[in-house]
């Protein structure tokens, strides 16, 4: 959008086009990943499903990134901000009034942190723009994420996407690892990162980490937040960066998969 100029963006809501909305934080990644790694890969996911969109013959915008997001649990490391939810939820109801009043109807969001208290922001937001001001605001979520958050996966804030994901890439992982959480800056986030913008990540450091990723109790301290976080993750990573090069075999399909499922369930 912020390429576009404003006549541009004119004719793109009265042809009624669709919204592609980044959102994320700033935060602590460890000390291998960039603080912006959230917002980075919400940034390349709503590329990635503009150009897709694009192949089938629609124009959507990219809205200029939201990253003053929540954190809960790493607040306590110098680089995490982090807002209150009251601050957030009107911002983003703001932003959103913005987007209507440009004369858009439709916009998808895409968020890729976890934060319980910064995902229920975000659905708060929708819901309020939904009903005082007529949008049709979505957050874009996998089905497998559903339970995390106690939805059912018909509401009508969310986009569920079912990409198929081969059973065998579940199995695959390192024995050391199982029943382990590997949550924030770890094997996963690590290759996702390293396979959108490599030249951002310290792969020699991410090589040279030790797990830790997080055991059941681990997770409930982590969840406590400021120093009890600190506490259980003093490096800032609750998994197990080392491990990217098993996880990062299946990214660049997984992302493909991701794209083309989300493409087509936004087309309708
Ligand atoms: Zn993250």
Not at 130 to 150: H, P
Not at 201 to 216: C, F, G, I
């Amino acid at each position: 959008m912020i390429t576009k100029k404003w006549t541009e963006i004119r004719k793109a809501a009265a042809d009624g086009s669709k919204l592609l909305f980044p959102l994320g934080v700033i935060e602590e990644h460890g000390p291998h990943l960039p603080l912006g790694s959230d917002i980075f890969w919400s940034q390349k996911m709503c590329e990635l499903v503009r150009e897709e969109l694009k192949k089938n013959g629609e124009d959507a915008l990219i809205v200029p990134g939201y990253y003053w997001g929540i954190n809960y649990c790493t607040s306590a490391f110098p680089g995490s901000f982090t807002l209150k939810k009251e601050t957030m939820k009107q911002v983003l109801f703001e932003i959103f009034e913005n987007i209507r009043n440009f004369g858009f109807k439709e916009a998808y969001c895409f968020n890729y942190h976890g934060d319980a208290h910064h995902i229920d922001t975000i659905v708060e937001a929708i819901q309020k723009a939904n009903s005082e001001l007529g949008l049709n605001v979505k957050l874009v979520l996998e089905s497998m994420d559903l339970q995390l958050y106690g939805w059912q996966g018909d509401e009508d804030f969310l986009l569920v996407s079912e990409p198929n994901y081969p059973i065998k890439w579940f199995e695959e992982q390192e024995p050391s690892e199982r029943g382990l959480l590997d949550i924030h800056g770890g094997a996963f986030e690590t290759a996702v990162l390293n396979y959108f913008y490599p030249e951002y990540v310290d792969l020699e450091l991410a090589k040279a980490l030790e797990s830790s990723s997080l055991t059941k109790e681990g997770l409930q301290k982590w969840l406590e937040g400021g120093e009890a976080t600190k506490e259980v993750v003093p490096l800032g990573y609750a998994g197990n960066p080392s491990g990217y090069g098993m996880v990062g075999k299946h990214i660049k399909e997984m992302i493909a998969l991701q794209v083309a499922d989300i493409t087509k369930r936004i087309r309708g």
